[in-house]
Structures are given as structure tokens and as C-alpha cells.
């Protein structure tokens, strides 16, 4: 048997669920990976909630949690790319879920998990790294430009405020005054989050900023942007419809993100930081804490 963290139904925390079921088979394609990490993300409770709608193809109870890093257990018929025993990560395939001890890849979503990296490290880039990547590689820009990370204290933002500082970009971190220290220790300039946001960072970057990486949304990306030189520089993962509103984008998506930010922290010229690790028999109160909306750096789920 396989325990597997479930919502058996959508809404708050209370429908999920840790469950014993047989161990998952590869089909065409997958990859059967032991589960050695699973990165925690808002996407799982946001998906929990219907939030990103209430899909027929996704049967409930419905597996949670969605990037993973792994040995290989199992390959279904056609893969190539790799044998059991292989160390992975990548995000799971559709309809499947990263809190559990074994779960399915598609092969052709996964990459080899880079020697050096701990498997902790490496179950939080097919999301998190991804999505910092996407972010900070969304306009090209030359060393010294000003970039605006709000949100940066958390999963995404610190990594984003972290491969700026390796392009040399001058980075602004907004986030609440707890994670100045981290902020600080990124190499960024911090700036509490709250009222005035946007007079302190006109006061450190009087002509603006290149580029607003926004990982919150809503007032506080309104709040800050009109510090953007120009409006189509402004990018928000969580909240594209009011970044196009205000003449920006959402997430762009590189299909080479995922190997490419996995070189990067493989070199270690990065390092996710995990703030908190949970085994999964608790990974209800590692969701809470996610859910809670003011996580510091990554949270990590160990079966
Ligand atoms: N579109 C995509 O593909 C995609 C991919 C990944 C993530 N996302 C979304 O992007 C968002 C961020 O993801 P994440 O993994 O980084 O989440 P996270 O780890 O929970 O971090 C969110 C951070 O936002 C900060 N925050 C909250 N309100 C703030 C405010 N008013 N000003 C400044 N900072 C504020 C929080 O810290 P404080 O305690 O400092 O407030 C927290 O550290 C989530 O909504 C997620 O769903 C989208």
C-alpha cells in the first residue's frame, strides 16, 4: 500500500484526507517516482477550494500536492528518458498528486535531479523555480536595471529576488517587516509591505522601475504600478487579471524553464530557501501554513 494526501470534496481544509491505496502504475509515457519531497504551494488549497474551477476530469477524492523530487520506481511503456533508480523532479502528472509516497510523472514533464541537489531543494523547482524564472525572464534586461519583487519574502518571491541579484539587477523586496533579514540576506533592499509602499520605493528609484515581479495581486500590485517605466512590464503570477488591467501581464510560459532554473541551482549559484519541512502524516498543518498566506521562503512535505 501508498498513502496519498486527498480532498474528498472541494472546500475548506477539513475534506482532506491522508488514505492507504495500492501503488499507482505507470501508464504510456509516466514514470512511477518514490516520493523523497513535494513542494507545498498556494495552488493546492486554491485548487482544494475550485478556485481553478471544479474540472469532471479530476475525481475525487482528488490527489493533492504538485511538484516532487524522487527516485524512479516504475516506467510505463514508452519512456526513454529514464531507467528505475534515476533521481527526478518534476511537477506530477494530471489528476495526480506529489503528497504521497509514490506518485506519477509524465516523463517527458520530469529532469534528472542534478548529484548535488538534496531532494528537499529540488522538489521545490517544477513550480516555485519555474515560476521565478518565468517572472524574471519575462523582459530582457541588462545588469543594474531596478526590479520590483512584491511578495518577496515568500516561495517564489525569494527565489525571483535571488536570480536577479545573479543577473546583477538591482532588486527592491517588498514584504512584511519579519522577513527583512531574508530580504536583506538575498542581497535585496527591503521595503515593508503595508501603507507607503509605493512613496518609499519612489524615494530609493526616483525614475521608476524596469520591472514589477508581482506575487500577491490585487490592491498591493495596484498600489505599486505606476512605479513601472511601462505598463506591459509589469508580471503577476497570482493575479493576471488585474496586472492586464493595469497594462501588464501574467506568468509568461518558458517550456524550458524547468530544465534551465534546474542547472542554475544545480551550480548552486541559487538556493531555495525552505523555511519549513513537515512529514506527510502532517501535511494538513503544512497546507494551514501555506494557506495562511505569509509562508517565508519554501515549505516541503517528506513522506
Ligand atoms: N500563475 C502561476 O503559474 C503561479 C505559479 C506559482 C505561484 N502562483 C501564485 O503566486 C502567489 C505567490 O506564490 P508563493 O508560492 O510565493 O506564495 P507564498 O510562499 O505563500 O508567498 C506569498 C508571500 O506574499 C507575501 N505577502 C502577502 N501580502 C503581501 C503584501 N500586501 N505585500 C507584500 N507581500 C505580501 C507573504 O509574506 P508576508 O508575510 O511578508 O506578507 C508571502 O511571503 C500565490 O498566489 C500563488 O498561487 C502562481
Do not use: C
Amino acid at each position: 500500500m501508498s498513502r496519498v494526501y486527498v480532498f474528498k470534496d472541494y472546500g475548506g481544509p477539513e475534506t482532506e484526507a491522508l488514505l492507504d491505496r495500492p501503488i499507482p502504475q505507470p501508464g504510456r509515457g509516466e514514470i512511477l517516482v518514490e516520493v523523497k519531497a513535494a513542494g507545498v504551494n498556494p495552488v493546492d488549497w486554491k485548487i482544494r477550494e475550485g478556485q481553478l474551477g471544479r474540472s469532471p476530469n479530476r475525481a475525487l477524492p482528488a490527489p493533492m500536492g504538485r511538484e516532487v523530487a524522487g527516485v524512479v520506481a516504475a516506467i510505463g511503456t514508452d519512456v526513454e528518458e529514464f531507467r528505475v533508480d534515476d533521481e527526478v523532479l518534476g511537477p506530477v502528472a494530471p489528476g495526480q498528486g506529489g503528497f504521497a509516497d509514490h506518485a506519477l510523472l509524465r516523463a517527458s514533464d520530469a529532469v534528472t535531479k542534478p548529484a548535488e541537489l538534496s531532494f528537499e531543494i529540488a522538489a521545490t523547482i517544477a513550480v516555485a523555480g519555474t515560476t521565478a524564472y518565468d517572472l524574471t525572464h519575462a523582459i530582457d534586461l541588462e545588469p543594474g536595471a531596478t526590479v520590483l519583487v512584491l511578495g518577496a519574502g515568500g516561495g517564489v518571491g525569494s527565489l525571483a529576488t535571488e536570480i536577479g541579484r545573479v543577473h546583477q539587477f538591482r532588486v527592491i523586496g517588498v514584504a512584511s517587516e519579519r522577513k527583512r533579514e531574508l530580504i536583506e540576506s538575498l542581497g535585496a533592499e527591503f521595503v515593508r509591505s503595508g501603507v507607503g509602499v509605493a512613496e518609499t520605493v519612489r524615494e530609493l528609484a526616483p525614475d521608476g522601475v524596469d520591472l514589477i515581479v508581482d506575487l500577491v495581486g490585487g490592491e498591493a500590485l495596484r498600489a505599486v504600478a505606476p512605479l513601472a517605466k511601462s505598463p506591459d512590464h509589469i508580471f503577476s503570477a497570482p493575479d493576471p487579471e488585474t496586472a492586464e488591467e493595469l497594462g501588464g501581464s501574467g506568468r509568461p510560459n518558458d517550456p524550458e524553464s524547468l530544465r534551465r532554473i534546474t542547472e542554475v541551482i544545480g551550480y548552486g549559484a541559487i538556493t531555495p530557501r525552505i523555511s519549513a519541512t513537515y512529514p506527510l502524516a502532517a501535511a494538513r498543518e503544512a497546507l494551514a501554513y501555506v494557506e495562511s498566506g505569509h509562508a517565508t521562503g519554501k515549505v516541503v512535505i517528506i513522506p
